[in-house]
């Protein structure tokens, strides 16, 4: 403990002494007793900080495991590429599309019922009569009066309604036409108008042609004969979508091949997005056992933490059991570097894929498997789970920092009192020292008026 002295010259100046100084060298040895506290905290808050980052880059590794451990991922996904995209072009290929080739021939592509009326030389021209629209078992029939009686109103009381049909006015400079067409494509979509319009400005009748019938789409596929009453067929090989184009001059020998493949180039993609991400956790807990460059130890050093995180992220890159043919990340082209870094040879994991593709599911996806059992580590060791390693390490450092903080709260407050009380003592001291001078003149006057001598003269 460090000692304070009154320093205010000779006594009898009047001087007195500076009390603000005075009362903070006194208090600032008091407050010494906070300083190794707050050294404790700030270093606590840099561990905080470090577990943080940690935390993070772990859960980035999780979200780019996840792509690979998760059923309907990437390992699920497929493409497709057509032998000819001037017939067929492939629009997608679901999940639960299979890999393999099927060959298609387009006998004829889907149209959509359309017929139109006979020219009306003006579109202002008043209609009457009745239009009966039959669609499939449903016939529905329009007849026209005083809202409705043109053209336009007549299209406009077809397209507010329900008639299957969409309908629109089609004009030139030769007059208009009425077009309707059915708003089902296909077989089931074949509109048959029945006209009994009469144009009452020139009296005359208004027919109806039809422009092209309603017709399924006839293909075959594998050798197996089918229709779809659009030209997107999406039913005839499982999981797979595609577009009908044309129906070249002799398609029955005409065959269109279709391959449905594994998406290789994603997973190896995700797989080196792994590669990174772990290596980004291994870069950073290797970071934390070194000296920085003033050669002061890292937050981290010497923490049992950071330690367990090393032995249970390298430990899970040879755990779980194998599946099929596949038994180590070695032979997805993985390799671990002396450093113990993540590298990837992905024409190695290329060539796995073509030749194991399900057992390389089944090693990130089967039960007991690499990546479940990766899974698992990660999510005891990270933050996505309240009792994560490094979840329950930043839990004890708040729990000590609590403390810590209460400690250095109560110190103030007392300091604080303390400084309050001082200052009060020391005021009153000080007022007493600098009435001294005024003190001793007084006495001097009274001696002087008792023995009549005059000190000022002496």
Known sequence: MGTVGLSFGSATSGAGF??????????AIESGVETPWKARLTSLQSQDAAFSSLGTQLSTLSTSLSSLTSFDGLFA????????????????????????????????????SSSYSDQITSASDTLGGSLTIAI???????????SINSLSTLAAAINSGSYGVAASVVTSTTGSRLSLVSNTSGAAGEATITSNLTDTTTSTAVGFTEGQAGKDASLTVDGLATTSASNTVTTAIPGVTFQLL????????????????????????????????YNAVNSSIAAQEKNDSTGTAEPLYGNPTLSLLQTQLSQALFSGAASG??????????????????????DTLDAALNSNYSDIAGFFQASGSFGQSLTTTLNQLGTNSTTGAISLAL????????????????????IATESTALTAEL???????????????????????????????A
């Not at 499939?136 to 005083?146: D, N, V």
């Open 427 to 457: 005021n009153l001291a000080n007022q007493e020292l600098q009435a001294i001078p005024s003190q001793i003149d007084e006495v001097n006057k009274l001696y002087s008026a008792e023995t009549g001598y005059n000190q000022t003269q």
């Open 18 to 27: 500076d009390v603000a100084t005075t009362v903070s060298s006194i208090l």
């Open 136 to 146: 499939g078992s449903g016939t529905q029939t329009i007849t026209l009066g005083s």
């Open 77 to 112: 996904a497929k493409q497709g590429s057509s032998s000819d995209t001037d017939v067929l072009t492939l629009t997608s290929a679901s999940t639960s599309a299979v890999a393999g080739s099927h060959t298609v021939v387009v006998n004829n592509l889907a149209q959509t």
């Open 246 to 277: 044309s129906a070249p001059a002799g398609s029955s020998n005409t065959s269109v091949q279709i391959q449905i493949t594994n998406d290789n180039s994603s997973l190896e993609s995700a797989v080196q997005s792994f590669v990174t991400a």
């Open 325 to 346: 043919k596949v038994s180590s990340i070695t032979q997805l082209g993985l390799s671990v570097g002396s450093d113990g870094s993540l590298s990837l040879n992905t």
């Open 395 to 414: 839990a004890q450092n708040s729990t000590e920092e609590l403390g810590i903080n209460t400690n250095i709260a109560n110190e103030d407050a007392h």
